[in-house]
Nanobody
């Protein structure tokens, strides 16, 4: 299984970006797909996750109300719409997938994900 993240770039504070994660396997085989982000010297932090049906979404408090995660199983793609971006949102964003039947709280933990993409860089200028 491979995950390919794209859509990163340079944006001004207050702007928007949409990240995409294409999964080589059918996304309905992935019980959860999540987005994590990492800056140099720091831990990989959870941003958002979505269940296979799309009925369960989970967000970190820091992005709630600004980011929206969605999925299109017909395209094997998960999206992260990021609005009102702040300089502190700048990071390398990774998408990850798991077939484990997680509960929502577990979906926030990087250790539960078995498949990872290569990351896409988001830069936010102030």
């Amino acid at each position: 299984v491979q995950l390919q993240a794209s859509g990163g770039g340079l944006v001004q504070a207050g702007g928007s970006l949409r990240l995409s994660c294409v999964v080589s396997a059918p996304t309905d085989n992935m019980y959860y797909v999540g987005w994590f982000r990492q800056t140099p010297g720091k831990e990989r932090d959870f941003a958002a996750a979505i269940s296979w049906s799309g009925s369960s979404t989970v967000y970190a408090d820091s992005v709630k109300g600004r980011f929206t995660i969605s999925r299109d199983n017909a395209k094997n793609t998960v999206y992260l719409q990021m609005n009102s971006l702040k300089p502190e949102d700048a990071a390398l964003y990774y998408c990850a997938g798991t077939r484990r039947r997680l509960i929502a709280r577990q979906a926030m933990g990087a250790l539960w994900y078995d498949y990872w993409g290569q990351g896409t860089l988001v830069t936010v200028s102030s």
